[in-house]
């Protein structure tokens, strides 16, 4: 029998019907539970396929069931949140924990992964532990008999197991009622059952001396952390994936970002993030083209296959690989026109001419006047303007004419693009510039208002008061942060978290939800390696394009 309460995988019913005599239900997953029934909950990553495109592109021996684990390069990067990308440890609070906690083994991922969820920060854990790791606080547990539970993590609970250890050790729970009570309180329609669930701990615990506030203690940590904890057997596996992730980072930026494009959507940041933040690694990502580029991004060989250790994070991508943008990402193409422009290149040789394009790839004028503006024709000697000139006439060529019977294919002489148009027409065609960021179009007017570069406040005291500019990335309020908004501000230097408070966001609330670029002055908030901007002022910025931000995620 196969039961599920949702798709998991693209499967025809009927065929798995068929299939040794099963039956296919539709269950609700706690139905199943209730009933005492093994089920089996199938979560698709997408960084699952970036590792897969990464390491095809590498043609490297090593493989993602052996990878080098104790890379000291790899958690040296960690330590400095240098994360865009790598799975789980790129949002905003990962970021900013990776420098507090300072991970140097394997074991640090596992617990970095569990620490930053719901249930560990509703029920404090978080700062406790990264005091006990940097050894500013004595390990401790409120009672002896949590001890055995709390040992290997510092006296602080992380994980799942770790709940249910407890309810045993400090109830005396069998493990029978101990998965009963996390079952119990992570469902939103037991409260009769969390009810008496609730008694028979208490009940427990004072039994064995514990009652009061450590009692209650032990019953917020409990009640928190089934909210939402991590397994540990989980965030272990997740753990192996942080690492995979980052190593390609580290020594194939190239490859981890061209992959990281391929398995779009995914992740806490967009295709330009990405790219720009390949960039400041010394990657060159350069635009669509027809004869160059496949379906999807590809590698394009350089000096060297690999970034060595020792090197500075700047030139880890120079002299290595570039990413080739891919064609499916320009405005209607997608992939089955990219997937034939490529497939028929391949199998008879590359395109002479656009009118050859359009004849062999069967393309519309639509098709051709995105590419155009793509740059995807740069190969035939067309500018942009040019190509767009001559998308019309090359399409109707295709329909059935006679070879040379359509005027128009050749331009006459054309004013060029300057750097803002050719951004203009980057995004509108592909959604991303790959050269060049929204926030240097505006760096003259941030010089002269004073506002520094993202990348210099690592040298500003702490307390500072600083202006700066940026492309708004992200707006977040986690129901965890008591009303406070954050904000992931960027320029072409590097990125940075901005705190609102909520009368500030109140006060400015317009420009704060609207504006797609900002101007923030606040007070510099330096701690471990952590930056942080307390804003008090949001003024809207002026940039060439309006580029779209992920809000409240």
């Known amino acids: 029998m196969v039961i599920c309460d949702r798709p998991v995988i693209e499967v025809c019913p009927v065929e798995w019907a068929r299939m040794e005599n099963r039956t296919v239900l539709q269950w609700d997953k706690d139905d199943c539970a209730d009933a005492g029934l093994v089920k089996f909950d199938l979560l698709g990553l997408g960084m699952l396929s970036a590792l897969h495109y990464a390491f095809d592109m590498i043609e490297s021996e090593l493989d993602l069931s052996r990878m ?45 992964v569990a620490l930053i969820r719901p249930g560990p920060i509703q029920g404090g854990s978080v700062h406790p532990y990264i005091r006990r790791a940097r050894g500013r606080e004595k390990p401790e547990v409120p009672h002896p008999l949590m001890a055995n539970a709390l040992k290997k993590t510092l006296g602080v609970p992380l994980f799942q197991e770790q709940l249910m250890q407890l309810a045993i050790d400090v109830a005396g729970f069998d493990a029978g009622e101990a998965d009963q009570l996390r079952r119990a309180m992570s469902a939103k329609r037991s409260m009769e059952r969390m009810a008496k669930l609730r008694e028979r701990l208490y009940a427990g615990m004072a039994e064995r001396g514990i009652t009061g506030a450590v009692a209650d203690d032990i019953y917020l940590k409990l009640s928190s952390f089934a909210n939402f904890g991590f397994p540990e057997s989980h965030a272990m596996s997740f753990a192996y994936l942080v690492f995979a992730s980052a190593w390609l980072k580290r020594y194939h930026p190239a490859a981890f970002c061209a992959a990281l494009l391929n398995a779009q959507p995914m992740g806490f940041y967009s295709p330009q993030t990405l790219v720009d933040d390949a960039r400041r690694h010394g990657v060159s990502v350069l635009r669509p083209d027809i004869n160059a580029s496949d379906a999807k991004a590809v590698l394009e060989k350089g000096e060297r296959q690999r970034a060595e250790p020792g090197e500075p994070p700047q030139v880890w991508g120079r002299g290595g690989p570039a990413v080739r943008l891919g064609l499916s990402g320009v405005r209607t193409i997608g992939d089955d026109v990219a997937e034939r422009i490529e497939e028929e290149r391949r199998a008879r040789g590359p395109y002479r001419d656009m009118v050859d394009v359009a004849r062999r790839a069967g393309l519309s004028a639509t098709h051709l006047e995105a590419l155009a503006t793509a740059d ?125 408070s909520p009368g500030l966001w109140l006060h400015y609330r317009k420009v704060a939800r609207l504006s797609n670029a900002l101007l923030v002055r606040g ?29 409240f995620r």
């Not at 958690?75 to 420098?99: I, K, W």
């Not at 510099?524 to 390696?529: H, R, V």
């Open 68 to 112: 080098p684990l104790g890379d000291a390069e790899v958690y040296e990067m960690l330590c400095r949140a240098d994360s865009v990308g790598v799975f789980q440890v790129e949002s905003r609070a990962q970021m900013a924990t990776l420098p507090r906690l300072q991970p140097r083994k394997f074991y640090d991922l596992v617990v970095e």
């Open 376 to 500: 995807a024709f740069a190969c035939f000697g067309l500018s942009r303007r040019a190509a767009l000139w001559a998308a019309g006439a090359a399409a109707h060529e295709q329909e059935g004419r006679l070879p040379g019977t359509v005027t128009g294919v050749t331009a006459p002489p054309l004013p060029g693009m300057d750097a803002v148009d050719e951004l203009i027409a980057d995004v509108w065609a592909t959604g991303l510039s790959p050269d060049t960021h929204p926030a240097g179009f505006a760096r003259a007017h941030l010089d002269s208002l004073g506002a520094l570069r993202i990348a210099a406040l690592a040298g500003v005291p702490d307390k500072t008061r600083v202006v700066v500019g940026g492309i708004v990335t992200h707006r977040q309020r986690p129901g965890t942060a008591g009303g406070i908004t954050f904000i992931n501000l960027e320029d072409e230097t590097g990125m940075l978290n901005v705190t609102c």
């Open 523 to 551: 007070r510099l908030e330096c701690a471990d390696g952590v930056i942080n901007l307390n804003a008090d002022r949001l003024e809207p910025l002026a940039v060439p394009i309006r580029p779209t931000s992920r809000d």
